[in-house]
T-cell receptor, first 117, second 110 residues
Framework: GAVVSQHPSWVICKSGTSVKIECRSL??????MFWYRQFPKQSLMLMAT?????????EQGVEKDKFLINHASLTLSTLTVTSAHPEDSSFYIC?????????????FGSGTQLSVL | QQQVKQSPQSLIVQKGGISIINCAYE??????FPWYQQFPGKGPALLIA?????SEKKEGRFTISFNKSAKQFSLHIMDSQPGDSATYFC?????????FGEGTQLTVNP
C-alpha cells in the first residue's frame, strides 16, 4: 500500500515553544491529508483536513490559531503546535487517502508523540 | 451525531482461539467499513474493509461479518497469535469523513 511518512516520531519541548510535525506521502500525491489526535487508550479524533493550496478545514473545538496546518505541496502537509502547553501533549497522527478514491481508504503515518514540559 | 460503538473495550484470548470484536452504527448513509490495527506508538494500519452490499469478507485469518439490517459488523480473527496483540478500531465512512470506534485492546496469550 501507499506509504505515509511522519516526522519526528517523538518530540519533547518546553511550554510556550512551537513544534512542527511533517507528513509526507512518499510514492503518491495527496491533495487532501488528515490530522488526528489520540490520547492514551482512546480513539482517534479528527482535528483538521489539510487541503493542498487552500486553507485547512478544522473540526469543531479545534483552535486553528494553535494548530497551524500548511499543505504547500502535493506530498507534504505540516502541523505546527504553537505556544505548546502540557495539555497539548498527545499522539498526533496524519493520514492520506489512497489515490483515486473518495478518501475512504486512509494510510496513516507512524505518529508523533508530543510531550510538553 | 454520527457514532460507531465498539465492544468489548478489552479482550484476552488464548493462542489459537478466535477473537471477536463487534461494532454497531446508526447512520445508514455509511458506505464503507474498515478495520484498523494499531500497535503501541504506531499509526493505525488498514487491516480489512467491507461495503454494505456484502455480508462477509475474508482475508487470511481475518473475517468481517456484516449485518446491514441490524447495523452491526464484526471482526473475527481466527487462530489468534500473540503477534495479533494490538488495539483494533472499527470505522465507518460517509462523505469525506471516517468515524472511528472506541477501540478494542486485544491480548493473545501464548
Amino acid at each position: 500500500g501507499a506509504v505515509v511518512s511522519q516526522h519526528p516520531s517523538w518530540v519533547i519541548c518546553k511550554s510556550g515553544t512551537s513544534v512542527k510535525i511533517e507528513c509526507r506521502s512518499l510514492d503518491f500525491q495527496a491533495t487532501t491529508m488528515f490530522w488526528y489526535r489520540q490520547f492514551p487508550k482512546q480513539s482517534l479524533m479528527l482535528m483538521a483536513t489539510s487541503n493542498e493550496g487552500s486553507k485547512a478545514t478544522y473540526e469543531q473545538g479545534v483552535e486553528k490559531d494553535k494548530f497551524l496546518i500548511n499543505h504547500a505541496s502535493l506530498t507534504l502537509s505540516t502541523l505546527t503546535v504553537t505556544s505548546a502547553h502540557p495539555e497539548d501533549s498527545s499522539f498526533y497522527i496524519c493520514s492520506a487517502p489512497e489515490p483515486q478514491t473518495s478518501n475512504e481508504k486512509l494510510f496513516f503515518g507512524s505518529g508523533t508523540q508530543l510531550s510538553v514540559l | 451525531q454520527q457514532q460507531v460503538k465498539q465492544s468489548p473495550q478489552s479482550l484476552i484470548v488464548q493462542k489459537g482461539g478466535i477473537s471477536i470484536i463487534n461494532c454497531a452504527y446508526e447512520n445508514t448513509a455509511f458506505d464503507y467499513f474498515p478495520w484498523y490495527q494499531q500497535f503501541p506508538g504506531k499509526g493505525p494500519a488498514l487491516l480489512i474493509a467491507i461495503r454494505p452490499d456484502v455480508s462477509e469478507k475474508k482475508e487470511g485469518r481475518f473475517t468481517i461479518s456484516f449485518n446491514k439490517s441490524a447495523k452491526q459488523f464484526s471482526l473475527h480473527i481466527m487462530d489468534s497469535q500473540p503477534g495479533d496483540s494490538a488495539t483494533y478500531f472499527c470505522a465507518a465512512f460517509q462523505g469525506s469523513r471516517l468515524t472511528f470506534g472506541e477501540g478494542t485492546q486485544l491480548t493473545v496469550n501464548p
